[in-house]
């Protein structure tokens, strides 16, 4: 920029003195103002809205602070003639302004302000976060030279931006279409490129910045004539999205007044509708499979069979007809029936219906009286399936015999009768009132906690979470982390105070619902949920369903009955059989199962003991019957040397006893004795797996550790998965592993560690590992044969391991393995429940709590993941509501098509495109562009000479999960038989206009099964070919 000085301008201010500008020329000869009151400032083209701005204004509030002091001290000088600073002006400025910030916020905090500010006081902690919301005040104690400086940068930054945008604007000529592209930008909702560039580097879960690395960063790219908006610019954008999506951080307070911060699980599942790239993916409805091909949540037993009926798919549409349950319709057939639950079946809509009969109808002096059974369930012989194309007419349009309106005959009333019970069914469905027209979208969900270190260490401050996926999501969806939801975390509130906010949140979704749109129909839906299931380790698990911590309890088990009145007794062989579901005679026989329902009313009774006779009682009577609610209890106990708390407990008493339990208590459709599955991480590889590993390896002598390690590295790991075993680190830190070591050491078992092994412990061992092969099975072809093998393989280890010693009894994750078959059987295989992908997002969050300021880390963290939600859900297309217009849009194509056409900005967000989208079978084949190194260079073997053009591949794809290599065993389709082969070197065949792939592999022979490894044989032979790929 030229600095020539061609004149002087006076800009008149509020106050007696005007603000001198000089008049300067830029490089391209254009005109600008610069002022000299404000130290940093380069230039601008329009005076009115430099005066304007905060740095301005505050320059002048301080030049008219000391003069005022000025003029108290006597020193009266002339306006024209000023002493120059001592200082610099830019340290001048800054410290005066500084000053005044310390004098306006010291007077502010002597003010009584209410506890529900909490919000506003964390935010002027925040100086960023201040200068975001307008507000020239912030914390005294950030008095350093560089802080200021970042903060009249930011703030001058954030002022530029904004001003050249408005010149850029101003400066095009107006287009026809001026008045209807006005808030639509080429990068709407961004106001430009750089915005959205300077959001991506920012970073979000896994790739986030600090502000001083963002800054290194912005300055690099200014070098390159590259300008990236400032730190303060882009949460500034942050902000105006939050505002655009309508997404906020919600704060509650618990009922011990700790702030707990969380995002809206409405919300989050709004974006997921309204997401292309997700709701076409969504199941509303359950699938019925008859048991086979079990892989997803939408096929499990409970959202088939077992919701109640307030809390299954309410509705389908027909030909633009709405039919809801419990609504009398007309088939095609002209036959009546009542629809109870809607499901689908090889890709088509059904119901199960009961048919009205003659004997469903009474017949009264002025109208009918239509009764159906009670509590139908849905594989009553009663019912019948229909597919719901035959649906004809809806309960307004039925019409008798005598031409009423069936509405008009019954009253707008049927009856559910169980013989000494009616029940009163309004109709219409209020469904159908709430919907308004609108189509329902059930979408249940899996919600999840854990406990979680905030630090890199992974030590100390705990925050405690929630996350929660979509139910109807297949799960090589629904395991991405970009399908992961954050939902709340803390550090100083436990899971039950957090939980009260959620469980409010959701029982609202699931009984009144709300409004979202649906990309798949392009229209606003009525959306419904419920929490599927429920997923953390034993002591979240026992926290929330109001059980003892199965640890050292008298009550080990959540789902079942087991007990014992003293801990000595458990070495009873009473308590053994009950412990192995047997009785005396070794004859099956399974404890009674937990009731929620009695669940709550044992903890309600013990509240009103506690309160009734006194404490000593409650405390027996807790321990006696197995249930204790964590809130209840620090109320109880606290109480009684806190008189204020007692206060509150009393007084909650009388106007919100439910506030004095636990809020699980209340969730809508759940039932903590059955929707808390046995968890495998937990229970398999965190429990017997980490118990027999850390007992038997850390026992092993020197040398036979040594002879372990030597064995581990020798060991074939080519189909198995795993990207690096790290032999020395799994045998000498035994007791410090995680789950996907433990993982390792069980595939690597039965060929490494049983030499060192006693003929009792090898037992254990093998029964363990074939039990693993069954569990972790993410495809159960048949349910009855896979649960009936299941339960064979569970009790075989349980036998070794008694049979060893029976002090197994005291880990109750032994027991627990017993309920897994329930678990499987209600909710699908257990790799859907496997808390894995969850445990993995911890990762995300401790990235997220080591960038907060720590005066909020509740907030701080609620607020990174709501900023990465609406970034993932723009760039993915998510639709835009636009109030103006009251139409629903899209991002523009260039904000899309940096996510679509950009793998690894896809991969940052934890987005897998191969797994969402996957190549048809027709595609594979597919050779890896990969050079083959010279060691593996193979001659043409001799049998094949004759054929043309075979180049050597070093790797080919032979579907979306399997490559195929050198040292891979193949089995071979020879029509009659399979045969087992080993690759020895892969070819190619240009010849055709597809690429043909041939395999040379040596074949094998299938002998018997191996007495010591309990596994079938493999005999080498000397029989070669060349086999061609195809899918089978």
């Avoid at 392009?522 to 419920?530: D, F, M, P």
Wanted: with cysteine.
């Amino acid at each position: 920029m030229a600095d020539q000085h061609a004149q002087i301008v006076r800009f008149p201010d509020n106050n007696a003195h005007g603000v001198d500008f000089d008049v300067i020329t830029d490089i391209n000869g254009a005109r600008l103002f610069r002022c000299t009151l404000c130290a940093r400032a380069t230039g601008t083209a329009n005076i009115v809205r430099h005066c304007a701005s905060a740095t301005h204004r505050l320059n002048l509030r301080d030049r008219e602070t000391r003069r005022a002091n000025d003029t108290i001290a006597g020193l009266r000088t002339d306006a024209g003639r000023e002493e120059p600073p001592a200082r610099d002006e830019e340290t001048d400025n800054a410290n005066s302004m500084w000053n005044q910030i310390d004098a306006d916020i010291d007077a502010q905090f002597r003010e009584a302000r209410p506890l529900g500010s909490l919000d506003d006081d964390l935010n002027l902690l925040d100086p960023i976060q201040l200068l975001l919301n307008g507000v020239d005040d912030t914390s005294s104690n950030r008095q350093t030279t560089d802080w200021t400086v970042l903060l009249e940068a930011e703030l001058d930054a954030l002022e530029e931006n904004a001003a050249q945008e408005e010149e850029r604007a101003s400066s095009l000529p107006p287009s026809p279409t001026a008045a209807s592209t006005a808030d639509h930008t080429e990068w709407y909702p961004f106001k430009s490129k750089t915005e959205l560039i300077g959001s991506l580097i920012m970073g979000h879960t896994h790739s986030m910045l600090l502000r001083s690395l963002y800054s290194k960063i912005r300055g690099i790219l200014k070098l390159c004539n590259i300008s990236l908006p400032a730190w303060a610019t882009i949460q500034a954008a942050r902000t105006r999205i939050r505002v655009l999506l309508k997404t906020k951080i919600q704060l509650n307070f618990s009922v011990f007044d700790n702030p707990c911060f969380s995002l809206s699980a409405r919300s989050l599942l709004s974006q997921d509708l309204s997401n292309p790239l997700v709701a076409k993916h969504i199941d509303f409805y359950p699938e019925m499979t008859n048991g086979l091909n079990i892989y997803k949540f939408s096929q499990s037993k409970k959202w088939l069979q077992d919701l109640s009926p307030a809390h299954r798919a309410p509705m389908c549409e027909v030909k633009g007809k709405h039919f809801y349950l419990f609504e009398p319709v007309q088939l095609l057939s002209a036959a009546v029936v009542i629809p109870l639950f809607f499901y689908q079946h090889d890709g088509q809509l059904f119901a199960k219906c009961l048919q009205i009969q003659r004997n469903h109808i009474c017949q009264m002096p002025n109208n009918i009286k239509i009764t159906i059974p009670a509590s139908l369930e849905f594989q009553d012989p009663q019912l019948s399936t229909i597919p719901v194309n035959q649906f004809d007419c809806d309960y307004s349009e039925i019409r008798m015999d005598d031409w009423r309106k069936l509405m008009d005959s019954c009253d707008g009333v049927i009856y559910e009768s169980s013989g000494s019970k009616e029940v009163v069914i309004p109709l219409p469905n209020p469904w159908r009132i709430k919907a308004n027209g609108k189509i329902i979208r059930h979408v249940p969900i899996t919600l999840y906690s854990d406990d979680t270190s905030g630090n890199t260490s992974k030590q100390f401050n705990k925050h405690i979470s929630f996350y929660f996926t979509l139910s109807g999501l297949p799960p090589n969806i629904s395991n991405q982390e970009y399908n992961c939801h954050f939902l709340a975390s803390s550090n100083i509130a436990s899971v039950l105070e957090q939980s009260k906010s959620i469980v409010e949140e959701l029982n609202l979704m699931t009984t009144s619902g709300f409004h979202a749109y649906d990309v798949t129909i392009s229209q606003e839906v009525l959306v419904t949920s419920l929490v599927l299931c429920f997923l953390a380790d034993s002591p979240m698990h026992a926290e929330v369903t109001n059980t003892p911590n199965p640890g050292g309890s008298l009550h080990p088990c959540q789902m079942c009955t087991l007990k014992v009145k003293k801990k000595k007794f458990k070495r009873s062989p009473t308590y053994v059989q009950r412990f192995l579901n047997r009785d005396s005679m070794g004859i099956e026989t399974r404890n009674p199962p937990r009731s929620w329902a009695e669940t709550k009313m044992k903890t309600y009774h013990l509240f009103d003991t506690a309160m009734g006779v006194n404490l000593t009682s409650f405390l027996k009577k807790k321990t006696a019957l197995g249930v204790t609610d964590a809130i209840n209890t620090r109320f109880i106990t606290e109480s009684r040397s806190d008189g204020s708390l007692k206060e509150k407990m009393e007084s909650l008493d009388l106007n919100s006893p439910a506030s004095l339990f636990n809020p699980f208590l209340n969730l809508e459709g759940f039932d903590g004795a059955q929707d808390c599955p046995v968890e495998i991480l937990h229970a398999v590889l965190l429990g017997i797996v980490k118990y027999l590993a850390r007992d038997d390896i850390s026992k092993l002598k020197a040398d036979q550790k040594l002879t372990l390690i030597g064995r581990l590295q020798s060991f074939s790991s080519v189909s198995l998965n795993i990207d690096s075993i790290k032999p020395q680190y799994l045998i000498q830190h035994i007791k410090s592993l995680v789950g996907r070591h433990f993982k390792i050491i069980l595939q690597a078992a039965p060929f490494i560690l049983l030499e060192f092994l006693t003929p009792e412990r090898k037992d254990v061992w093998l029964a363990l590992c074939n039990l693993c092969a069954f569990i972790f099975q993410t495809n159960i072809a048949n349910m009855e044969t896979y649960l009936e093998t299941l339960k064979l393989h569970i009790n075989r280890l349980l036998y070794y391991l008694i049979k060893s010693s029976a002090q197994w009894v005291n880990k109750p994750k032994l027991h627990i393995l017993l309920h897994l078959p329930e678990s499987i059987e209600r909710l699908g295989n257990a790799s859907l429940f496997s808390t894995e992908k969850f445990e993995s997002y911890n990762g995300v969050l401790r990235q997220s709590s080591i960038h907060s300021n720590r005066q909020a880390p509740g907030r701080d963290l609620a607020r990174s993941f709501d900023n990465y939600s609406n970034l993932k859900y723009l760039v993915s297309g998510g639709m835009l509501y636009e109030e103006k217009s009251k139409n629903w849009e899209n991002p523009t194509n260039e904000v899309t098509d940096i996510f679509t056409n950009n793998p690894d900005i896809q991969r940052s967000m934890g987005f897998n495109s191969a797994e969402v989208n996957p190549l048809p079978a027709v595609a594979f084949p597919q050779k890896l562009c990969l050079k083959v190194p010279k060691s593996e260079i193979a001659s043409l073997p001799e049998a094949i000479n004759q054929r043309d053009k075979l180049h050597q591949v070093l790797k080919i794809k032979l579907n979306t999960k399997e490559v195929l290599h050198k040292g891979v065993f193949v089995v071979i389709d020879r029509g009659d038989k399979n045969v087992v082969a080993a690759i020895d070197s892969i070819w190619e065949s240009k010849g055709s206009s597809k690429p043909l792939y041939y395999l040379w592999v040596t074949g094998y022979t299938l002998l018997g099964v191996d007495d010591y490894y309990e596994m079938r044989k493999l005999s080498r032979t000397s029989q070669q070919a060349l086999i061609p790929t195809r899918i089978s």
